[in-house]
Structures are given as structure tokens and as C-alpha cells.
């Protein structure tokens, strides 16, 4: 069974930096496409950044670029987003999402129901 477990969430004041972590455990297959997705309270849920590991393709949101880096230790099964420059409308759950397709690279971080598997989400509070 495929586990994504996602770590680093807590409260931060606006300005401020926290870094996410998701380690997939348990029979993982061939992850093309991995990355974040959140969802803030009464709003869906949006891409925020994925990586390619099939052509090395980066997405990231307009709404966090050049805050967040996204990064990946494949020896370790590992997604990071490093989060700077936190502002209070990036309260939200923080979820780690994975997709076995090829097909559409990054592109797939555009649609959350294009993501086949899911962790449980780690909250992150941006407020002073």
C-alpha cells in the first residue's frame, strides 16, 4: 500500500519561511509526476508546485513564484517545498500528491483529479 506522509506544517507569521517534506513509503510505483496541492477554508483545492521526473519539467503556481522552491531526493523518496515569504493567503492544508501517468507532465498540477494518490495534508498558518 502506497503511504505519502507529509511533515513541517505548523503556524508562522507572515514573512516568514517553513519547509514541507513528504516521504512516500510502502509499494510506491513509478511516480512521473509528485508534488503540492493546498486547500484553503471555503476554496478548492489548487496546484501549487510538481515536479517531472519524466522530462525534469518544474511547475509552480503564479501565485508562489519565486517564494517556494520545490525539490526532490529520489534515494530517499522524498518532495520538499521550502516556503518564503509566507503571506496569510497561503493558510491552507499543504498536500503531497503523486500520479502514475506520463502524460501532461507538470501540466498535471493544474488538476487536482489528475493526482492518483494523495497524503492526509499538513496544515500551515500564516498569521501574526
Known amino acids: 500500500q502506497v503511504q505519502l506522509v507529509e511533515s513541517g506544517g505548523g503556524l508562522v507569521q507572515p514573512g516568514g519561511s517553513l519547509r514541507l517534506s513528504c516521504e512516500a513509503s510502502g509499494f510506491t510505483p513509478d511516480f512521473y509526476v509528485i508534488g503540492w496541492f493546498r486547500q484553503a477554508p471555503g476554496k478548492e483545492r489548487e496546484g501549487v508546485s510538481c515536479?517531472?521526473?519524466?522530462?525534469?519539467?518544474?511547475y509552480y503556481a503564479n501565485f508562489v513564484k519565486g517564494r517556494f522552491a520545490i525539490s526532490e531526493d529520489n534515494a530517499k523518496n522524498t518532495v520538499s517545498l521550502q516556503m518564503n515569504s509566507l503571506e496569510p493567503e497561503d493558510t491552507a492544508v499543504y498536500y503531497c500528491?503523486?500520479?502514475?501517468?506520463?502524460?501532461?507532465?507538470?501540466?498535471?498540477?493544474?488538476?487536482?483529479?489528475?493526482?492518483?494518490?494523495w497524503g492526509e495534508g499538513t496544515l500551515v498558518t500564516v498569521s501574526s
Open positions: 515536479i517531472s521526473r519524466s522530462d525534469n519539467g518544474v
Open positions: 500528491a503523486a500520479s502514475t501517468v506520463e502524460t501532461a507532465g507538470v501540466v498535471r498540477c493544474k488538476y487536482p483529479f489528475a493526482m492518483d494518490y
